[in-house]
């Protein structure tokens, strides 16, 4: 078991706990299911790891080195920052800032040799003047919007931007991507792939990285044009399908990374009558025997949650009653006669019997996953285990 030193409190009895060699497996099983994917006369393409936002909560400065192990070759990042704490931290693989780098930090990217996405004239009149200045040359990737209208190029302008660059002697182009909204959404989904291909195959594109798939379109069928692929929160072992949903895509097999867990820190009976926590939200119907672990909502237990889930305790379900508080959650545990001060409640994650997943948290939410692992960074110590 390890220990991460973090800058913040680890003297709690509540803990995000990351098992490592869950984050292993799935790498290996999503690399064999991208292998069947392909045709026979396509290579494996490059696999880069999305990991921004702390790898979505599961903490990129652990995360990364497993994944890289396994044949991880680039990393994406959301910000100039998140990627200066994977250089700061030995990192050496190739970093993408997915998202906008503001101008003024182009010189610190450059710097520490991480690539920033540019897909207007005002990021190519920055570089040059940062070459002029420093004879520091930009290495870049250039966005396309093919229909998401977020960030990039439009693609009717695409192709002459892209020859643009590769004629600038101030940057190093290292690739070109797009960004998909709705893969579950054929059409959507056609259109934009369209798009993509159509500004592809107007450019020159030897020795640069194309990739537009991403952790759910990299298993339908594989864009030809493309060398690689940036997955993301199914490397931690959550579904990128929507609720519902299949499309008709089989996913690899996947085992979550993330577990959450607490130590019960007070016991004590209520009687028939009494409630629960502020506003009285729960009122026992018996005499009940209530069990508080020291997480809350400041933590990324969502308020909403109250009453509504089930968490495990040796080996057996118990029902949360009462709100969520900003630190404190209560339990109705009076049919586990053995409990005591001391033993661990397991809010997500698997505990002897039972699997309690962050997906339904995310579905009494109407959210995602993606979201709710983010949040449980805040303050909560991780404990890496294999």
């Known amino acids: 078991m390890i220990n991460r030193s973090l800058p913040v409190n680890k003297l709690r009895d509540a803990w995000v706990e990351i098992n490592l060699g869950n984050l292993e497996f799935n790498i290996n099983s999503i690399k064999k299911k991208i292998k069947e994917t392909l045709p026979e006369n396509i290579n494996m393409p490059k696999l880069m790891a999305v990991i921004k936002a702390d790898a979505y909560g599961h903490g990129s400065l652990m995360c990364a ?104 002697d101030y940057i190093d182009l290292k690739g070109i991507f797009t960004h998909f909204a709705n893969v579950e959404n054929p059409e959507i989904l056609n259109l934009q792939r369209k798009n993509f291909k159509n500004v592809i195959n107007l450019i020159d594109t030897k020795n640069l990285t194309i990739h537009c798939q991403n952790s759910l379109g990299a298993f339908i069928d594989p864009c030809v044009k493309c060398s690689a692929v940036r997955l993301g929160i199914i490397l931690y072992g959550l579904s990128p399908l929507t609720e519902g949903k299949n499309c008709g895509i089989e996913l690899p097999e996947l085992k979550p990374v993330m577990g959450l867990k607490a130590r019960i820190t007070n016991i004590h009976t209520i009687e028939k009558g009494e409630g629960v926590s502020y506003g009285y939200t729960y009122i026992a ?85 993606y979201e709710l692992t983010c949040r449980l960074k805040v303050r909560l110590p991780k404990i890496y285990v294999r």
């Open 285 to 369: 119907d018996k005499k009940t025997r209530v069990a508080t672990i020291p997480i809350g909502y400041a933590d990324g237990v969502s308020r909403n949650l109250s009453n509504k889930i089930e968490a495990g305790l040796n080996g057996k379900k118990i029902k949360q009653i009462g709100r969520v508080t900003m630190d404190q959650i209560m339990f109705d545990i009076t049919d586990i006669e053995d409990a005591k001060v001391g033993d661990t409640i397991t809010l997500l994650g698997k505990d002897e019997n039972n699997y309690y997943s962050i997906d339904k948290w995310a579905n009494l939410l109407n959210t995602i996953n």
């Open 65 to 168: 080195p497993v994944l890289t192990a396994c044949g991880v070759e680039a990393f994406g990042v959301a910000s100039v920052d998140e990627g200066l704490e994977l250089r700061n931290n030995k990192i050496k693989e190739p970093i993408l800032v997915l998202g906008t780098v503001p101008i003024w930090a182009f010189e610190s990217a450059a710097k520490n040799d991480i690539t920033v996405s540019i897909f207007n004239q005002e990021h190519l009149e920055a570089a040059k003047i940062l070459y002029d200045r420093t004879k520091l040359k930009l290495k870049a990737h250039i966005k396309i919007d093919t229909g998401m209208n977020r960030i990039g190029i439009q693609t009717s302008y695409a192709a002459d931007f892209i020859k643009k660059v590769q004629n600038a």
